[in-house]
């Protein structure tokens, strides 16, 4: 149905920085809130930061001040700029979208893309 790919992850030395893409497609009618999520090893997965349609933020305490999120309604991405990075920010981050898949139902899904490590060296 729904289908979201991810790109930008990868090696990078603390205090350098990232960017995250994140690309919905598929049956799509609208998307409500889209979001990161990061899961350490041996830990659960947790919210980085949200948006919503209008484009109010919400971000975790660890990484407010260094991340942003932003979105694109017409090209369907999201994307996460990650600044000033430390190694405990090392983590598979997972985009995330709340979105409306039929036209005729006001039900919304929650979809989640594969996955893409970021890895911060110390």
């Known amino acids: 149905q729904v289908q979201l790919v991810e790109s930008g992850g990868g090696l990078v030395q603390a205090g350098g920085s990232l960017r995250l893409s994140c690309t919905a497609s598929?049956?799509?009618?609208?998307?409500?809130?889209m979001a990161w999520y990061r899961q350490a090893p041996g830990k659960q997965r947790e919210l980085v930061a949200i948006?919503?349609?209008?484009?109010?933020?919400d971000y975790a305490d660890s990484v407010k001040g260094r991340f942003t999120i932003s979105r694109d309604n017409a090209k369907k991405t999201e994307e996460l700029q990650m600044n000033s990075l430390k190694p405990e920010d090392t983590a598979v981050y997972y985009c995330n979208v709340v979105a409306r898949t039929r036209e005729w139902s006001a039900a919304e899904f929650e979809f989640w893309g594969q996955g893409t490590q970021v890895t911060v060296s110390s």
């Open positions: 598929g049956s799509i009618v609208s998307i409500n809130t």
């Open positions: 948006i919503t349609r209008s484009g109010s933020t």
